[in-house]
């Protein structure tokens, strides 16, 4: 097996030079790298991350804290993680975490310090100022994605904003009568997105002098829970919105499913706009709020990586609110009858 010493007679530098040259930090010439890293290639030498972890003190590990794995949105953000992670030489721990105390102070303060990683980023998660705190004591830079998190720096998109862009959008077209298809108000998710979403719709509502009666539907925040609304929203034709502004892409996937079932035409009959930028959007023609979650991952490592490198300030909370771009597709259209 090659060691870092073969590695450096190879390429003909010193061991601190080749490496230096292999973690890619302290002053070494691109040649210099190059050479290195050829040598290197042609032993088939791997560095140690656990002689690393001895020599720096950083594990080059990352953790991702997170509510969901196995749901698109939180996916697509890990997957923008994970990327960003593998380009600056670094792994990803995942774990998942509950509204479960005794699970939440077993991770704060045990497998974050038994795993040793170098920084967390707590993906749509409050954590509160005690866990905070511990992580601090810990020597470990933060980064929420979603919201806001006492003395954390975060970023995230204004869900009022933009639930109420998406509804200007179906008023520009000429829309009156609007309802919205969101998310349980009981079964909210940390940084009350649903209750959030539904403000920035009631906000537009009420710009345009269209406050209503029964103009909001609940359900669950998936493609099964927006056809079920969609259902009753659609099943009377004397109250039958001519646009539905839905809490998430998946509720819009579910909406136009139930509206076709219906024998209503997207968009002659019914217009839909969703929340989110789901790759199915495209596929079923949805017209959508996009928040580009895997670049949300992406911009969360940067500046987990930037605390790592020297620019970390424990009482650092500023905010970074992302953009979030209006896409049109098919699904949105001007009412066949204007009313």
């Known amino acids: 097996m090659s060691t870092l010493s073969d590695v450096a007679k190879k390429a003909g530098v010193s061991k601190s030079t080749a490496s230096r040259a292999l973690s890619g930090r302290g002053s070494v010439s691109v040649a210099t790298r190059q050479k290195v890293s050829r040598a290197a290639g042609d032993l088939g030498f791997v560095a140690s991350s656990a002689a690393e972890s001895l020599a720096t003190g950083r594990s080059r590990n990352i953790a991702v804290v997170t509510p969901f794995i196995n749901r698109w949105f939180y996916s697509e953000v890990i997957d923008g993680v994970e990327s960003a992670l593998i380009g600056a030489g670094y792994d990803l721990t995942l774990y998942r975490l509950t509204d479960d105390i005794d699970q939440r102070r077993q991770l704060f303060d045990y497998f974050l310090v038994r795993k040793g990683v170098d920084a967390v980023i707590a993906l749509t998660l409050f954590i509160s100022d005690d866990e905070v705190r511990r992580l601090r004591k810990l020597g470990k830079p933060v980064v929420g994605v979603g919201g806001l998190i006492p003395h954390v720096p975060t970023l995230s998109i204004d869900d009022v904003a933009t639930a109420r862009r998406a509804t200007e959008h179906l008023i520009e077209l000429g829309h009156r009568r609007i309802v919205h298809v969101g998310g349980d108000q009981e079964k909210q998710l940390d940084f009350e997105v649903h209750s959030n979403r539904l403000k920035g719709f009631r906000v537009a509502l009420a710009g345009a002098d269209l406050t209503q009666d029964n103009d ?103 905010h970074l609110e992302l953009q979030v771009d209006l896409k049109l597709r098919s699904s949105t259209a001007p009412p066949v009858t204007p009313v």
């Open 216 to 318: 909001f539907y609940a359900d669950d925040f998936d493609i099964p829970g927006g056809y079920r609304s969609a259902r009753a929203v659609l099943a009377d034709p004397a109250t039958r919105p001519t646009a539905i502004v839905a809490g998430s892409d998946e509720i819009a996937l579910g909406v136009i499913m139930a509206a076709r079932e219906l024998g209503l035409d997207v968009p002659r009959d019914l217009s839909v706009i969703g929340i989110d930028g789901h790759p199915l959007g495209e596929t079923f023609g949805l017209t959508t709020m996009n928040q580009h979650p895997a670049n949300q991952g992406s911009l969360a490592v940067s500046q987990a990586l930037a605390q790592l490198g020297g620019a970390w300030d424990e009482s650092d909370d500023t």
